[in-house]
């Protein structure tokens, strides 16, 4: 009787961890194949997130690994992403950290669409 269940404690653990592994990989999948306005691809596979967001008397900023970032008005879109949470309330960011600068590279920055009309 104890080594059945050990086995379905083991059963439930691998699920578990498998549950684990695979979350992170299809909540960026929203990302895959969004292009910018420019015909660009935005994602790398692994540098967009959803973000929380601030406008400033100098711009939009967006809160990366949090730092408040200044996100460069030609990367910015008002757009919402397919399969977007809701989480962020549609802000998402995609870009790098520059290795020696160690400054935040914007590659794209998305809004939700009724923003648009605010900026």
């Known amino acids: 009787m104890a080594e059945k269940g050990l086995l379905v404690l083991a059963k439930l653990v691998f699920v578990a961890l498998t549950a684990v592994a695979i ?32 406008t400033t008397a100098t711009g939009v900023e967006m809160e990366v690994d949090g730092r408040w970032v200044a996100v460069p008005s030609h990367t910015l879109e008002y757009r919402a992403l397919e399969g977007d949470t809701g989480e962020s309330y549609g802000a998402h960011w ?19 669409p009724r923003l648009g009309a605010l900026h």
């Open 23 to 54: 979350a992170p990989a299809l909540a960026h999948d929203i990302y895959v194949g969004v292009l910018n306005k420019n015909g660009k691809e935005c994602c790398s596979g692994h540098d967009c997130r959803p973000v929380r967001h601030r």
């Open 94 to 112: 995609c870009g790098w950290i520059a290795p020696f600068s160690r400054n935040y590279i914007t590659r794209c920055a998305f809004l939700p």
